[in-house]
């Protein structure tokens, strides 16, 4: 049974570096074809993709926000870990993982979600 | 980056009704890397439909995908109550890019 989990702080302030991480069970990020995602929703928005790191190391990250991301992956520790530089507060939002396969880029499983707010 | 639009924002439907939900990309997008995904309040997106048309585990066989190009389609056979939630599609690029709709909300009249 794969289950990922997102945590992090729930309060950052504008300017600071957000650093959130996905631990996950079930699976291994050694093995062909896996890739864990990033995604985040704001209040009453819409869904946003943010960042994607596969098996083989390789990274994604989304156009608009590349500059300010970066995602790594501790394999032994079955983590994901993604940093995002100076925060604001439009970057409000509750912060997903997901695990995707290489096959069909769907994101089958996803954690519960971890609610960040940006504010002073 | 291609967009998807999605149609309607909002549907207004009763229990037992068929619910026809659109995904209009703004540029051809591989039927392998279309996904809908269905979320309820609180909750996480959970995966409905993937390469467009294949129902993943456990989804009820009243929930099928269509289309190919740049126009793809949620069908909700016979509406249950718990199927009023909100309904996205995501797209896998060539870019290796994701990008996901706007939603639609599905809303019991």
């Known amino acids: 049974q794969i289950t990922l989990k997102e945590s992090g702080p729930t309060l950052v302030k504008p300017t600071q570096t957000l650093t959130l991480t996905c631990t996950f069970s079930g699976f291994s990020l050694s093995t062909s074809g896996v890739g864990v995602g990033w995604i985040r929703q704001p209040p009453g928005k819409a869904l946003e993709w943010l960042a994607l790191?596969?098996?083989?190391?390789?990274?994604r990250y989304s156009p608009s926000l590349k500059s300010r991301l970066t995602i790594t992956k501790d394999t032994s520790k079955n983590q994901v870990v993604l940093t995002m530089t100076n925060m604001d507060p439009v970057d409000t939002a509750t912060y997903y993982c997901?695990?995707?396969?290489?096959?069909?880029?769907?994101?089958?499983?996803w954690g519960q979600g971890t609610m960040v707010t940006v504010s002073s | 980056e291609i967009v998807l639009t999605q149609s309607p924002g909002t549907l207004s439907l009763s229990p037992g009704e068929r619910a026809t939900l659109s995904c209009r990309a703004s540029q051809s997008v591989s039927s392998s890397y279309l996904a809908w995904y269905q979320q309820k309040p609180g909750q996480a997106p959970r995966l409905l439909i993937y390469?467009?048309?294949s129902r993943a585990t456990g989804i009820p066989d009243r929930f099928s995908g269509s289309g190919s190009g740049t126009d793809f389609t949620l069908t909700i056979s016979r509406l249950e109550p718990e199927d009023f939630a909100v309904y996205y599609c995501?797209?896998?690029?060539?870019?290796?890019?994701?990008?996901f709709g706007q939603g639609t909300k599905l809303e019991i009249k």
């Open positions: 995501q797209q896998y690029g060539s870019s290796h890019m994701y990008t």
């Open positions: 997901a695990h995707s396969y290489y096959y069909d880029h769907a994101f089958d499983i």
């Open positions: 790191i596969y098996w083989d190391d390789d990274k």
């Open positions: 390469g467009a048309s």
